[in-house]
């Protein structure tokens, strides 16, 4: 016996399954799709820590501006300078070849403060430290340290103190303190 439709024709589909009104997926089509999310996860994961780490840069001082000092009786910098404050680098070139560098910061509770860019641990590494908010952090090893503990705290991964004075709206930098600071630059320009 024979059943029509309301098209008239007389016909069953046997080879559907009743309720099944899609086909099967593959799944190579599976693997595909997730192949694709997980390279776009990995894309985006890379940029992330590029972008990311953009202070963090292995040249060193990527993204920082490094003034080169002439040498004098004494080095000062406007006070005026730091009051953003934001830390500026300087460098010094000694006779002898080497390349010293620090910084200067107006630390968040107001205090002018200077070191060296480099640290009695990771010295050799030649990267120094980059700004990041409230904090000095290590481009080598990556430790944070609270600006208003540069020139407090000495030792270990501690921005190294630079001694510095403040008179008449300058900061004032003797250049026998810069050199004390040679120990941390030890290859002539100051690379580690």
Not at 6 to 20: F, L, M, N
Not at 43 to 61: E, R, W
Not at 75 to 81: K, N
Request: aromatic share 10%; hydrophobic share 35%; charged share 25%.
């Amino acid at each position: 016996m024979f059943k029509m439709n309301c098209c008239g024709g007389d016909h069953q589909d046997k080879t559907r399954k009743p309720g099944d009104g899609k086909e099967k997926k593959s799944p190579f089509r599976w693997i595909i799709l997730t192949t694709c999310i997980a390279l776009f996860a990995a894309v985006v994961f890379l940029f992330q820590i590029k972008t990311g780490s953009k202070d963090n840069n292995d040249s060193g001082q990527a993204g920082i501006s490094i003034t080169p000092v002439a040498w004098a009786s004494e080095i000062t910098h406007p006070v005026s300078s730091f009051s953003d404050g934001k830390a500026r680098y300087f460098q010094h070139k000694t006779n002898d070849g080497y390349t010293i560098r620090y910084f200067i910061i107006k630390s968040s509770d107001g205090v002018i403060r200077a070191a060296f860019d480099a640290c009695d641990v990771c010295f050799q590494s030649g990267r120094g430290y980059y700004q990041k908010d409230d904090f000095m952090v290590c481009r080598n090893c990556g430790r944070r340290f609270l600006s208003t503990k540069v020139n407090e705290v000495t030792g270990g991964c501690n921005p190294a103190p630079l001694v510095r004075k403040i008179e008449n709206n300058n900061v004032v930098i003797q250049p026998e303190d810069i050199l004390r600071g040679k120990q941390f630059f030890p290859v002539k320009g100051g690379r580690g």
